[in-house]
T-cell receptor, first 112, second 108 residues
Framework: EAGVAQSPRYKIIEKRQSVAFWCNPI?????LYWYQQILGQGPKLLIQFQNNGVVDDSQLPKDRFSAERLKGVDSTLKIQPAKLEDSAVYLC??????????FGEGSWLTVV | DAKTTQPPSMDCAEGRAANLPCNHS???????VYWYRQIHSQGPQYIIH???NNETNEMASLIITEDRKSSTLILPHATLRDTAVYYCIVENTDKLIFGTGTRLQVFP
């Protein structure tokens, strides 16, 4: 079974530029998560989708971050404009509701 | 906020058992205890989870105290590849809220 796919793996941008990350969850998984992990810290939940609806986006900085899952499968996380403190690993995860959550390898963002 | 407390770091000799403790004194009756680990530059990897009973799989064993206020993850024969950050998480409403975990260093 294929795992959670993420791209790009690495991205370097200048501050105030925009960036987008893509996630393809495990086939059939209705729940999709985006986490942000700053170096030396545990992952922090940004947003949780159930199919194409948002379940929880209370920790998403909505002035610059947006996420969508239009067809209930793939998802995109966008940052615009980026700040230096957005440098982090962005992790996508998926699950069947109530079941084990599986993570992708992450997208590493460096803002300079 | 994370509902668990873990030591920041531990060492273990290769081939010995690694016992990683976790306190979760405010756990609710329907909340599971999950363990994940994260090897450098990779995403978190699921290890094991449990509700009340002890659990064992091919990777590890999970021992949960009777009052459910603490648990221990046991890696029976640690290898160098087990060097990672180990996260103990109390799962709540399909969300994983991570703390800072325990950095386990396995040495030869």
């Amino acid at each position: 079974e294929a795992g959670v796919a993420q791209s790009p793996r690495y991205k370097i941008i200048e501050k105030r530029q925009s960036v987008a990350f893509w996630c393809n969850p495990i086939s059939g998984h209705a729940t999709l998560y985006w986490y942000q992990q700053i170096l030396g810290q545990g992952p922090k939940l940004l947003i949780q989708f159930q199919n194409n609806g948002v379940v929880d986006d209370s920790q998403l900085p909505k002035d610059r971050f947006s996420a969508e899952r239009l067809k209930g499968v793939d998802s995109t996380l966008k940052i615009q404009p980026a700040k230096l403190e957005d440098s982090a690993v962005y992790l996508c995860a998926s699950s069947h509701p109530g079941n084990t959550i599986y993570f992708g390898e992450g997208s590493w963002l460096t803002v300079v | 906020d994370a509902k668990t407390t873990q030591p920041p770091s531990m060492d273990c000799a290769e081939g010995r058992a690694a016992n990683l403790p976790c306190n979760h004194s405010t756990i609710s009756g329907n909340e599971y205890v999950y363990w994940y680990r994260q090897i450098h530059s990779q995403g978190p990897q699921y290890i094991i989870h449990g509700l009340k009973n002890n659990e064992t799989n091919e990777m590890a064993s999970l021992i949960i105290t009777e009052d459910r206020k603490s648990s221990t993850l046991i890696l029976p024969h640690a290898t160098l590849r087990d060097t990672a950050v180990y996260y103990c998480i109390v799962e709540n409403t399909d969300k994983l809220i991570f703390g800072t975990g325990t950095r386990l260093q396995v040495f030869p």
